[in-house]
């Protein structure tokens, strides 16, 4: 009997250091780290440095077959990052009905010709987005710009010579207004490719135009 007591026991005691053993085999550390995150930063200009409205009426007079220069630019700031950018030129009442009665006279409903009839580009903007009713088109160009980067969405305005005096009225308004956008190309961009250069300009588009209809 004392025998199976003592056998017991040390079977206890052995148990008791094996648990005490396995607790003290786990030593435990911690340590932490802050991770500082910098705020991106898109930042651009407008200008418009052959326009001459601003000092000269006559250089601005609508007539039929005169060719005006207006260039808006858009300018990537230093210090920001590259940036897909988009034009937005919205036409006064006036000014759609003058290319609207035009348009209706040459016979020409698409979008894209009526713009190219009218505005003259070197780097041919995509139409990405239009609506004649309302008077705007939305302009987008291919590559995102760096910074210290610019690029001139178009670079005159050319009066159609089909345009005949009637459907210019004496007192009418006729201004455009013109609207930079840009939103950072990091997320969008990630090749060379030319068919994925287009697409991630559509979703850039897509991003800061979520109403809008992208036209093919």
């Known amino acids: 009997m004392k025998k199976k007591i003592l056998t017991a026991a040390l079977a206890v005691c052995m148990l008791a250091t094996l648990v005490i053993g396995a607790s003290l085999a786990y030593f435990t550390d911690t340590d932490s780290k802050t991770n500082t995150f910098t705020v991106g930063n898109v930042d651009i200009t407008l200008t418009e440095p052959g326009w001459l409205g601003d000092t000269s009426a006559d250089d601005v007079r609508l007539i ?6 207006k260039d808006p630019t858009i300018n990537v700031a230093q210090g920001s990052q590259t940036a897909y950018t988009f034009m937005k030129v919205q036409l ?3 000014f759609r009905k003058l290319i ?6 040459q016979k020409v409903s698409d979008p894209k010709e009526m ?7 070197t780097v041919k903007p995509k ?4 609506d004649i009713e309302k008077g705007y088109v939305i302009l987008g160009v291919l590559s995102p710009k760096a910074a210290g980067e ?3 969405y178009f670079d005159e305005v050319t009066v159609p010579a089909t345009v005949t005096q ?5 007192d009418g308004t006729y201004s455009i207004v013109i609207t930079a956008y840009a939103i950072q190309a990091e997320g969008f ?8 250069k287009q697409a991630a300009r559509a979703e850039a588009f897509k991003a800061l135009f979520p109403d809008e209809t992208l036209l093919a």
């Open 189 to 196: 961009y990630a090749t060379e490719d030319p068919d994925a």
């Open 92 to 94: 006064s009442d006036d």
């Open 115 to 121: 713009i190219s009839a009218w505005f003259s580009s």
């Open 166 to 170: 009637d459907m210019i009225k004496a």
């Open 64 to 69: 039929p077959g005169k060719t005006i220069a």
């Open 150 to 152: 610019s690029v001139t």
């Open 127 to 130: 139409i990405m987005a239009a």
């Open 100 to 105: 609207k009665d035009w348009a209706t006279a």
